[in-house]
């Protein structure tokens, strides 16, 4: 079976997953504040205006937090119906030569998918660098 090496992806900091549990817990905070504000407010106290402002900057900032967190997670186009990029990084085994300027195959996992790029014998390793289509471009590791 081929190797799959491959560079851990890095993911989101801690601060970023404290960010995303605080705006789950946010908008709770804010609707209750701003729920309990009104009630008070309408009741004939002064302060429970505090507390509806209080709720609704606690909405708003919440509403930040969420578009940073969003930016985040998509930064750009996604690799999602794309097999072929989400092999990149992947090192794969050669299972039918790649000649200088043409093309052969590779094993990924269970599939075998053509090649190209540099020149490889078979059982060779190679580093797959991108992909056109469902062509695989491989570099020598």
Same mark, same amino acid.
């Given at each position: 079976?081929?190797? #799959? =090496?491959?560079?851990? =992806? ?68 996604? =690799? ?56 695989? #471009?491989?570099?020598?590791?």
């Amino acid at each position: 079976m081929p190797s #799959t =090496d491959r560079e851990p =992806d890095r993911g989101p900091s801690m601060l970023v997953w404290g960010m995303a549990v605080l705006s789950l817990l946010m908008p709770i905070a804010g609707v209750v504040l701003a729920l309990y504000g009104a009630f008070k407010g309408f009741s004939g106290s002064a302060l429970g205006w505090v507390w509806l402002v209080a709720g609704i900057a606690i909405l708003i900032a919440d509403l930040f937090i969420d578009e940073r967190w969003s930016y985040w997670m998509h930064p750009g186009e996604s =690799d999602l119906n794309r097999r072929g990029m989400q092999l990149v990084g992947q090192v794969a085994a050669v299972t039918a030569a790649i000649p200088a300027g043409g093309r052969g195959s590779v094993s990924v996992g269970d599939t075998i998918w053509v090649a190209e790029g540099a020149e490889a014998a078979v059982g060779a390793k190679v580093r797959i660098t991108g992909c056109k289509g469902t062509v695989l #471009t491989v570099e020598a590791v």
